[in-house]
Structure formats: C-alpha cells, structure tokens
C-alpha cells in the first residue's frame, strides 16, 4: 500500500515537493492544502490530489506531508500535524526561532513522529559521493550566491540561503562552535540581503562563508581544506575537483558524481524514514542546531554598530 502524502503550502516550493511526489514509487499524492483556494487546486490540478484550504481536513488525508508554508507558521503547522498523526519534512529553517524549533522537536517525540528538515543540500549527489572523504576538516570555504528571489523575504539571506552551508559545516566538522564573527547589510529589503562569517570551532576547523541573494549570478560552492587533500564542490553544477600531496607535487584525482535531482533523493528518503520508523537523515535536532547558528549570525548582523569614518 503507498504512503499517502501531501504538500501544506502550494507556493513555488511546495509546487516542487508536490511535482516529485507525483513522480516518486511508494506513495501517492492526495492531498495539497493551502489558505489560498485557488493555489491548492491550481497545484493539485497539475500534480494530483484533493485541493483543501483547511489544516484539520488535509491531516484526515495524508499520513506524511511536506510543510511549505511560510517560516513563522512552522511551528503551528507542524504541530497540528504531528499531533494528529502525521509525519512532517519541514521546509528549512525549521523555524524563526530556537522556541518554536524546540516545540517542533518535543511535539515529534510525544506524539512519536517523524520530524525531518529540508537541508536539501544533504541530498545532493556531490556531497553524499565525498562526504566520507571528509574526515578532518581544516578550513572550509562557502559562496551561496543568488539572485534577488522575490519570495522568502520574511527572512534574511543568513536564514533563507545560508543556513544550507551552516547545516553542511556543523555535519562535517562535529565540533562545538566557539566563537563566530559576521557582518552582513540590507540592500533590497530590510532584512541582511548579503552576509558573510567566519565560525571557528573548538577542534581548530575554521569556516568562512559568504551569501548573497542579490547577486547577477547563482553560485553553490563550497571548498574543504584538510591534511591529506583538498576538494572543491560545486552543488549546482554537481561537480567536484580532488587534491592530494603525491611524489611529483599537487595531483588531481578524479571524481565521478553521478547526477541526480536532490529533492527526488531527500523526498524518497523522507518515505523510506516513515516506512521503516527510521531517524530521518537531517533531523529535527540537526536543523535546530543549523538555525542557533544562523541565528547567532544574523544577531551579530543586526547589532553590530555602524563604523564611524573620519574624512
């Protein structure tokens, strides 16, 4: 019997989520709520399913769903499903704030529930082929460059693209974070809409990690720096450069990546954690651990005074 699923929010992402589910073996698209009626059928028209505007109905429908909705209405959806049985992949940030991520994470373990979040970027063959090269980072580098998106201005460029990065960083590294210093200024919007910080952890690893949503082209690369190798990753292009110390000096080794779409991979590992009662790969931990760290970057930004310049 498929899994039944649904997508909560048919804005343009929950459009994808609802795009790969219609596509995906092991489950079956009933359902895509939104508070817009015309947007759930719209969605629902061209992937399937029943359109509804009420949360209470579209949790009778489903027993997983994606939640798309906008960020500082995480925490009421997400509860409201899980406590009535169903298992949620949470759109990242898990939410706008480290109370609303830890009412997520205890609604998940009462009502047991899986709560996975959609760091995407875990997903992405490039990563899963050499994240077991990765052993002890030493440096790491990452540009997340965008251009100006139209959506996701409720938040800032630190929680809106950044966090991939950060949600990669603390995955590699393992290490408690000591001190971070960030800088970041609003263009187009009242938020930070560029950003940049350097996070140094306690086993020595520093990162320095830049993103923009203003940016004439799109970037996704991220470069790790450690005793044995270098490896730089580009996650759109989903290609990767290696590095080793040989005899002769500098050798490049060769990387083969096999391409694939990254929500197809994270959606079927969403089901796959709901059929087996499985930990789902990014947790509702890890994601709370990711948005603590863009929060702290994004307080940094927004208190940090103004330079006074002598001419």
Do not use: W
């Not at 009420?54 to 906008?70: H, I, K, N, Q, R």
């Not at 800088?183 to 020595?204: L, Q, S, W, Y």
């Not at 989903?238 to 990387?255: D, F, L, N, P, T």
């Amino acid at each position: 019997m498929s899994l039944r699923v649904g997508v909560a929010g048919a804005g343009a992402m929950g459009r994808n989520h609802a795009r790969v589910f219609s596509l995906l073996d092991g489950c079956e698209l009933v359902a895509v709520y939104d508070q817009d009626m015309e947007r759930a059928e719209q969605v629902a028209a061209e992937f399937g399913g029943k359109a509804v505007d009420s949360l209470d109905a579209f949790a009778a429908e489903v027993d997983a769903a994606t939640v798309a909705v906008p960020t500082v209405a995480h925490r009421n959806v997400g509860c409201t499903l899980m406590e009535q049985g169903v298992h949620v992949l949470m759109e990242k940030p898990i939410a706008d704030s480290l109370d609303d991520a830890r009412a997520l994470i205890e609604t998940s373990k009462r009502c047991d529930r899986i709560l996975q979040v959609g760091h995407i970027e875990r997903f992405n063959p490039v990563m899963r082929e050499l994240e077991d090269k990765l052993k002890e980072p030493r440096f790491i580098e990452a540009h997340r460059l965008s251009p100006f998106p139209n959506r996701s201005i409720d938040i800032g460029v630190v929680l809106d693209l950044m966090i991939h990065d950060l949600e990669i960083i603390l995955h590699l590294v393992r290490s408690p974070v000591v001190s971070v210093d960030a800088v970041g200024v609003p263009v187009m919007t009242p938020r930070e809409d560029i950003a940049n910080a350097r996070i140094r952890f306690e086993n020595g690893c520093v990162a320095n990690v830049t993103s923009s949503r203003i940016s004439p082209e799109r970037m996704r690369k991220i470069r790790v720096f450690q005793g044995d190798c270098y490896l730089s990753l580009d996650y759109q292009e989903q290609s990767a450069g290696m590095y080793r110390m040989g005899a002769g000096g500098i050798e490049k080794v060769e990387v083969n990546i096999e391409k694939d779409e990254p929500l197809k991979l994270e959606l079927a590992s969403f089901i796959e954690s709901v059929n087996l009662g499985a930990t789902p790969e990014v947790s509702g931990q890890q994601g709370a651990d990711a948005l603590a760290l863009a929060l702290e970057i994004t307080n940094q930004i927004m208190h940090s005074p103004s330079p006074e310049l002598s001419i």
